[in-house]
């Protein structure tokens, strides 16, 4: 078994035995980590809301992603991630919600942000956590990297 597969194991392990749910926004990765998480059966019971805002209109339209902070920071930003994270979480009232934004390439970076350049965000109730990667590799690999470091992310959390 993969260490991305044991860390999918282990949250859906956890997640059951809470009775915690999850809602899953995602940009660069296109709906990887939600294919990861309902992977396993019985995980109806805690995945609850996936949304693929690929663009900045899905965003801010479906999401309620500030234009403001779209305009201002780019869509690739901690502020976009968390505010991506806290949307979905209250559009699929759930316990937590996790989110994906970044460039996995090979084109759409630039020098402030490379191609890789990556913001995951994980949202309850009281608090939204965020961290930002820099991944290299394919596009595969970095959409590989981003959704395994945003599941390490929610496992810390839940």
């Not at 995980?43 to 403001?68: D, E, H, P, R």
């Amino acid at each position: 078994m993969s260490v991305m597969n044991r860390s999918v194991a282990k949250i859906h392990q956890i997640l059951l035995k809470k009775k915690k749910t999850i809602a899953v926004a995602e940009s660069c990765t296109g709906g990887l980590v939600s294919k990861l998480l309902t992977d396993l059966p019985k995980s109806s019971k805690y995945f609850l809301l996936g949304v693929i805002s690929y663009s900045n209109s899905a965003k801010t339209s479906v999401l309620k992603v500030s234009a403001k902070i779209i305009r201002e920071r780019g869509a690739v930003s901690a502020q976009v991630a968390a505010e991506m994270a806290e949307s979905v979480r209250r559009l699929g009232k759930t316990d937590f919600g996790i989110s994906i934004t970044g460039i996995a390439g090979p084109g759409g970076g630039s020098k402030d942000k490379p191609v890789g350049t990556v913001f995951c965000a994980v949202a309850d109730k009281s608090k939204t956590v965020i961290e930002e990667f820099n991944f290299s590799g394919s596009r595969g690999s970095i959409r590989r990297q981003s959704s395994q470091k945003a599941l390490e992310l929610l496992k810390t959390l839940i």
